[in-house]
């Protein structure tokens, strides 16, 4: 036995492996959304049946999906231009996954208001030395 003070010795973790990893539609999604390629409004999905749950062995692997891409979405901070959705379509037992790029509108200078020029702004450099009368 051994006392010990100070952070504790990390915990031995399971050799578990991400079988969404290996499929391949669900890595195009993906890079669509780390490469940044979706213009404002459009969107990407794949869908999923049967036949993948079971070369998954996932019970629903739409879900997982969905629930990976929210987890990215979230840990690269782009919740407000992201979205994921999952749905199941008009066949029975496939689903889609979709993600949509829908940015905040920005907002734009009314007309009225004129710039002031940047030389007006600031002054760059020393101040000029003007001659005084005494």
């Not at 390629?37 to 739409?62: N, Q, S």
């Not at 940015?103 to 009225?112: D, E, F, R, Y």
């Not at 030389?119 to 003007?130: L, M, N, T, V």
């Amino acid at each position: 036995m051994k006392f010990g003070m100070g952070p504790a010795p990390s915990r031995k973790r399971k050799n578990v492996t991400n079988e969404l990893d290996k499929h391949t539609e669900y890595q195009q999604l993906k890079a669509v959304l780390l490469n940044g390629r979706l213009r404002p409004h459009e969107m990407a999905y794949i869908t999923m049946g049967p036949d993948d749950a079971k070369i998954l062995g996932y019970k629903w692997p739409w879900r997982a999906a969905t629930d990976q891409l929210r987890r990215l979405i979230k840990q690269m901070r782009l919740e407000k231009d992201y979205r994921v959705v999952k749905y199941e379509t008009y066949s029975a037992g496939t689903w889609c996954v979709r993600l949509s790029y829908e940015p905040p509108p920005v907002k734009t200078a009314t007309s009225g208001a004129q710039e002031v020029p940047a030389a007006a702004r600031s002054q760059r450099g020393r101040p000029r030395k003007i001659a005084s009368v005494a």
